[in-house]
């Protein structure tokens, strides 16, 4: 049996839940507010979000996850996991109670499979995750021209956590992770031309900035709803500035 009580696996098992569009897991950004092993051998976890009105689409996919990794520690009994404080918190209490699953808890609301939602972050996690590793490589090795870049490929990437999330991202999307495998790839991983990289590069640029931003806003939210919260989370990585593209140097 793996070490630690039943709510310190619990915990550590939560860290595998990842805000969709944060892509940060639910445990760093402070969203859960308690986690108890009852003595029936069973857990009941309780998750709050920065707002009332946080799209119910994340937060059932956050809450669906969590019951997920849960049920799925070895000697847990029966998982109940409760969403506290949410204009819909009644909706999907009572959707994962049920076990009724993404659509069967929202019914006609639920335009988009939960795996469709999914993707879509997944997808913008990979973005993000590839212009950092891309801006670790760059200011490692500031010789490598813009017309080169079609050229690198993830075996050149230095070893930091920004190229371990990466390799995180591409398996998550069934992209490759060797060595030889192209660093800049689209979310089918086709590789970029030459000609398209400094568009796609920009945009991948955005993605992560705007993930990086919506992160420190929510966590600002979070304290300020529930003030004894910032306990709960964990420091982030300061980012650093992304590095100039070499052509961009001469404008």
Do not use: W
């Not at 009580?5 to 969709?20: F, G, H, I, N, S």
């Not at 990289?197 to 990086?212: C, G, H, K, T």
């Amino acid at each position: 049996m793996p070490g630690g009580t039943l709510e310190q696996r619990a915990r550590k098992a939560l860290d595998a839940v990842l805000d969709p569009e944060l892509d940060e897991p639910i445990t760093d950004l402070g969203f859960v507010r308690s986690v108890e092993a009852r003595p029936d051998g069973g857990l009941t976890v309780h998750l709050r979000l920065p707002t009332s009105f946080c799209s119910p689409n994340f937060a059932y996919l956050m809450a669906s996850d969590a019951k997920d990794v849960l049920t799925a520690l070895p000697d847990a009994g029966p998982v109940t996991v409760l969403l506290d404080d949410h204009h819909d918190s009644d909706l999907i209490n009572r959707g994962l109670a049920a076990d009724a699953g993404y659509r069967g808890t929202f019914g006609a609301e639920a335009e988009e499979s939960l795996e469709e939602l999914r993707l879509v972050f997944r997808r913008k996690a990979h973005a993000a995750a590839m212009e950092r590793a891309l801006t670790a490589l760059l200011r490692q090795d500031r010789s490598r021209t813009e017309e080169r870049l079609h050229e690198v490929v993830l075996g050149d990437l230095p070893d930091t956590a920004a190229t371990r999330a990466l390799l995180r991202r591409r398996a998550a999307l069934g992209l490759g992770t060797s060595p030889a495998d192209p660093l800049l790839v689209d979310d089918d991983g086709r590789p970029f031309t030459p000609e398209e990289i400094p568009l796609r590069v920009r945009f991948a640029r955005a993605v992560r900035i705007s993930i990086d931003g919506n992160a420190h806003f929510c966590r600002g939210l979070l304290r300020t709803r529930y003030p004894q919260s910032a306990s709960d989370q964990s420091p982030r990585a300061a980012e650093p500035r992304p590095a100039v593209l070499p052509r961009e140097k001469a404008s």
